[in-house]
């Protein structure tokens, strides 16, 4: 018996492994941002002194972090970041504009099932939706593996979540993946791979099992992981990548196993300023709110753009509150363009960012002022994450932050869908 994640790496290394066990493997795809490419060029090409990398093929750029940058200083990184690619001869460097790294590489057909990922960003375990072995490294594990194409790694227990019943009217996947942060704790996955599972997964579309997958290292995962089903593999084969590993984890071979029944999940929020400090919507409900972000690698797609914009239809948003929304990527703002999405939330009040991260971490496009309070679609409420140390975020679902929006305090969707 054995896991998706140890059939991987075996698949990989052409022997059996297990969890537990160190491997140096070579990595199919190795990807960073402009906030994490300095510091992976610098130790790469100022330190180590490498001025060629063996696999340029196998390395995506995206700019998405600070877009379009918010400062000169900014600017002049990414400035460094183009030169350096070019030296290098990496080919696939995403610029401003098209949107943030983990929509960007799939949409882009840069990942395929059973592939090993790293990307220097802890959210690249999004990308485990797609039944790859994706975790997040820092920058100077990411210059190692560019000169080398290989890394060393510690296989990963699993846990498994295994899901039945499904989501009631008004309840989504970031409803349930907080669910779970809260039954389980932020630490409750620590070190392994969060494996989603179960006969609910079936009916769980691409969005929602990266959305999964997105919030596992705010467990303390180092990756998410989904089998395939055909709604995966077709949407790959339209990105020109084709599956040739369909695998999942044996009966009985996960280290820990949880069950979650999805009928019994309601609205939920992330209260500040803890990811795992979650409660149903309505034990907050009419709490006073300043900002609404809509957006990130979370909840920035096609999917849950149309669901705000069918609550925010034909409604305002309330008089006090800013409402931000920005698209995960270019294909995604124009897929909202010829369906009127764009056109029904800056009827309704909204301000639409540049694809890319905007407010999440902080930086600019939104961030809070003292004191303030914000509904927030991304993964993570901590202290000063969208601005001042004083402000207090809530993490929610695209419907729930919506009807927020609308009522100007924490509110039920449930009421605004039919």
Not at 74 to 86: E, G, N
Not at 380 to 404: C, D, E
């Amino acid at each position: 018996m054995s896991t998706a994640v140890e059939k991987i790496f075996a698949r990989t290394l052409g022997r059996r492994v297990e969890a537990g066990d160190f491997v140096e493997a070579p990595v199919d795809l190795m990807y960073f941002h402009d906030g994490t490419g300095p510091l992976v060029l610098k130790h790469l090409v100022e330190e180590m002194e490498v001025t060629s990398i063996p696999h340029p093929e196998r390395t995506v750029i995206v700019f998405d972090h600070s877009a379009p940058p918010h400062n000169d200083q900014v600017a002049d990184l990414q400035r460094y970041v183009r030169k350096w690619a070019s030296k290098l001869r990496i080919k696939y460097l995403y610029d401003l504009g098209e949107g943030i790294c983990h929509q960007v590489v799939p949409e882009k057909g840069h990942v395929k099932p059973g592939q090993i990922i790293i990307g220097a960003d802890s959210h690249t375990c999004t990308l485990g939706a797609f039944a790859a072995f994706a975790t997040g490294i820092g920058a100077t594990d990411m210059s190692y593996a560019l000169a080398t194409s290989t890394l060393w790694f510690k296989v990963p227990e699993t846990l498994q979540v295994k899901m039945k019943g499904s989501l009631s009217r008004g309840v989504y996947s970031k409803d349930l993946i907080l669910y779970i942060a809260g039954r389980l704790s932020a630490s409750g996955a620590l070190g392994k791979t969060l494996e989603f599972s179960g006969p609910a997964l079936a009916s769980f579309s691409v969005a929602d099992r990266m959305t999964l997958c997105n919030m596992a290292v705010e467990l303390g995962a180092i990756s998410g992981f989904c089998p395939v089903n055909e709604d995966v593999l077709k949407f790959l084969r339209s990105r020109g990548a084709h599956a040739d590993f369909t695998s999942s984890t044996d009966e009985g071979a996960a280290d820990e196993v949880v069950e979650v029944d999805c009928s019994e999940v309601e609205p939920m929020v992330a209260a500040p300023s803890t990811v795992d400090n979650v409660k149903p919507v309505a034990d907050v409900e009419g709490t006073p709110v300043d900002e609404v972000f809509i957006g990130s690698c979370t909840n920035g797609r096609i999917e849950d753009l149309r669901v705000a914009a069918a609550i925010l239809k034909e409604r305002r948003v309330a008089e006090g509150v800013r409402l931000v929304v920005v698209p995960a990527s270019r294909e995604v703002y124009l897929q909202a363009l010829r369906e009127g999405i764009i056109e029904e939330l800056l009827k309704a009040g909204a301000m639409i960012g540049v694809p890319g991260c905007g407010p999440c971490l902080g930086l600019h496009m939104g961030v809070l002022a003292d004191g303030e309070v914000a509904v927030s679609t991304a993964n993570r409420n901590f202290v000063g994450r969208m601005g001042s140390k004083k402000a207090r975020i809530y993490l929610a679902s695209p419907a729930t932050a919506a009807a927020s929006a609308v009522e100007g305090r924490i509110a039920d969707p449930r009421r605004y869908l039919p």
